[in-house]
């Protein structure tokens, strides 16, 4: 039901677009989450919005470059990312999760559905 897609290698303050399709089932009770995992690390929280309002939410190392953003009509989800640093290397995942379950939305183990990540490398 979700893919994200739109990984790929670039260099550090370059930037990068990812989609995340979301299909199969009504969104709009719906939040959407990216999360991201670097290598020999734990899965952490990017950025929310909320399929009915999208009212957004980033984590503190990615806000000001990173948007989130969401299109009803497609049922596609975006992540842009601006001025890409070395640190922002990871596998990118999108999820969704029912507003009535999620009471941490920083958190993926709220999440209910999952999409297979894309990779990102930014090379420094």
């Known amino acids: 039901q979700l893919q994200a897609s739109g990984g790929g290698l670039v260099q550090a303050g370059g930037s990068l677009r990812l989609p995340c399709t979301a299909s199969g089932r009504t969104f709009s009770s719906y939040v959407m989450a990216w999360f991201r995992q670097a290598p020999g690390k734990e899965r952490e929280f990017v950025a929310t919005i909320t399929w009915s309002a999208g009212t957004t939410s980033y984590a503190d190392s990615v806000k000001g470059r990173f948007t989130v953003s969401r299109d009803k009509t497609k049922k596609m989800v975006y992540l842009q990312m601006n001025s890409l640093k070395s640190e922002d290397t990871a596998v990118y995942s999108c999820?969704?999760?029912?507003?009535?379950?999620?009471?941490?939305?920083?958190?993926?183990?709220?999440?209910?559905?999952w999409g297979q990540g894309t990779e990102v490398t930014v090379s420094s």
């Open positions: 999820a969704a999760g029912h507003t009535r379950y999620i009471n941490n939305y920083r958190t993926a183990q709220e999440y209910s559905n």
